[in-house]
């Protein structure tokens, strides 16, 4: 890691994760694979700061600590990347379980519980899903958005979001 920290990702410590590290890294990674259309990629950081706000928009208020476990939903991916869904389902338990290890370490690190109550995860995986849904009417996923296509109400607040960082 950049701040010198070596991360095991068989048995990940909490006091060698740094938010640091997490934000460099999901800056750095691609959503889609990269496979969007643009100059630039629209990265991991980006996909949490929207997912945070389509939660903030379907409940009305967050506190810290919710935002701060919605911003860090995908923190894994700072280390293992952000693989497509469909690999991930190929891939099984193996990725899971490294992916839920890293996971509840950075919980334990930002002092958040290491398993979210169901309702929490509920939320996250519906703003998830929104934002998954807004990526692929503003950056080219076709395919995706015509089969979402009744949710357009969303569109305004993909437009103000969803632009690649420069």
Not at 34 to 54: K, M, W, Y
Not at 93 to 115: D, M, Q, S, T
Not at 131 to 157: C, I, K, P, T
Request: with cysteine; charged share 25%.
């Amino acid at each position: 890691m950049l701040s010198g920290r070596r991360l095991d990702l068989l048995d990940p410590s909490p006091l060698d994760i740094e938010i640091e590290d997490i934000a460099h890294g999901l800056a750095r990674v691609a959503r889609w694979n990269g496979q969007t259309r643009g100059d630039h990629i629209f990265s991991v950081a980006q996909h949490t700061l929207l997912v945070e706000e389509v939660a903030r928009r379907r409940t009305g208020t967050i506190d810290s600590r919710l935002g701060l476990a919605i911003l860090l939903h995908d923190a894994p991916e700072y280390v293992i990347g952000d693989m497509i869904s469909p690999f991930k389902a190929v891939i099984g338990g193996a990725y899971r379980a490294v992916e839920r290890r890293l996971l509840v370490a950075i919980h334990l690190r930002f002092a958040l519980p290491p398993e979210l109550p169901s309702e929490i995860l509920s939320l996250i995986k519906a703003a998830d899903r929104g934002a998954a849904f807004l990526e692929a009417l503003r950056r080219g996923r076709e395919g995706l958005s015509h089969a979402m296509a009744g949710r357009s109400g969303e569109l305004a607040l993909s437009g103000a979001i969803c632009q690649p960082w420069r």
